[in-house]
Each structure stands twice: as C-alpha cells, then as structure tokens.
C-alpha cells in the first residue's frame, strides 16, 4: 500500500517533481473516496508511463477548488519498471519515441535521463495529462529526501473578492 512503500527502505529511484494546476475540477491534491484528486491523475500517467503501479506523496494536500502554481510531489519507479503504452490521447509519434528513450534510460538504469523524458513528456503539449494540471519539471530526488520531512516551506496567497 501507499504509506508502506513511502516508509520502507528504497529499493528503487526516487524523483521529484513539481505540478502547477488550476483545482477547480478536483476534490483537491489528495486521493478522496469521493472524487478525483490531482494525485489519481499523476498517479494515473506515470502508471501508465512506467508500466507499473506508481504511488506519488505530496508536500501537502490543498481542499477542493484551490489551485497551485507549484507544489512539490515525489515518486519511485516500479520495482519492476516495464515501460507502459502511454495512455490515450491521441499521443502520436512523439510519444512513441519518448517510450522508447524511457525504456533505454531504464534499462540502461540513467537515472538522470529518466527524469530527463519523464520531464520533456508530462510537460509537453502531447503529455497525456488534462490540460488543467502542468509538470513542470522532473528530477533524480537527493538522498535522503521526503517530500514532506524535507519541505522547508510553504507559502500561500488567498485572494478574496467582495461584492459578489
């Protein structure tokens, strides 16, 4: 389960990444019983993408509605990473070549390089993810590095408007 494979010794590449999103359509950062949270649709896309169940933790979790200019997560690769098809979406050829330089990258186990196409495909225009959430990037996570015991900060803008 999830807060297992946080919690035990890794036996696989940990990265980090950072998402901007407008959460208007989404019960809010966390996984809910009652709707679609931003963490299904990464968790979603890097599955597919890694051919394998991938679990993604956040720096924090935000309510239903709010959005995020760049809120950080992390993610293992699959113990057993067989790179998946690449979802629906009408991808293309782009994509393609994308899967075959991830496969490469984890085969060859070139860390920097995974990250290197996880990045250049989630954040492109033919990323596979829902136009309301951008990756902005993807990188091999340091040692020892948890995204919630190594937040140092948070920082929040709450924007009111009156009259309405």
Do not use: N
Not at 17 to 44: I, K, N
Request: aromatic residues 6%; charged residues 25%; hydrophobic residues 35%.
């Amino acid at each position: 389960d999830r807060e297992a494979q946080e919690r035990q010794p890794r036996q696989t590449t940990r990265f980090v990444g950072r998402v901007q999103y407008d959460g208007t359509e989404y019960v809010g950062w966390q996984t809910q019983p009652s709707g679609r949270g931003v963490q299904d649709v990464l968790e979603a896309r890097l599955s597919s993408l890694l051919g394998g169940r991938v679990y993604v933790a956040g720096s924090g979790r935000t309510d239903k509605g709010v959005h995020a200019r760049d809120q950080v997560f992390h993610f293992e690769t699959p113990a057993q990473e067989s790179v998946g098809e690449g979802g629906e979406g009408g991808e293309g050829g782009g994509t393609r070549v994308a899967h075959v330089q991830l496969a490469a990258a984890l085969s060859a186990a070139d860390d920097a390089a995974v990250a290197s196409v996880l990045e250049r495909v989630l954040s492109g225009p033919r990323s596979g993810m829902p136009p309301d959430v951008l990756v902005r990037s993807v990188c091999v996570a340091p040692a020892g590095f948890h995204v919630r015991d190594s937040c140092v900060g948070k920082r929040y803008v709450y924007t009111v408007e009156e009259g309405i």
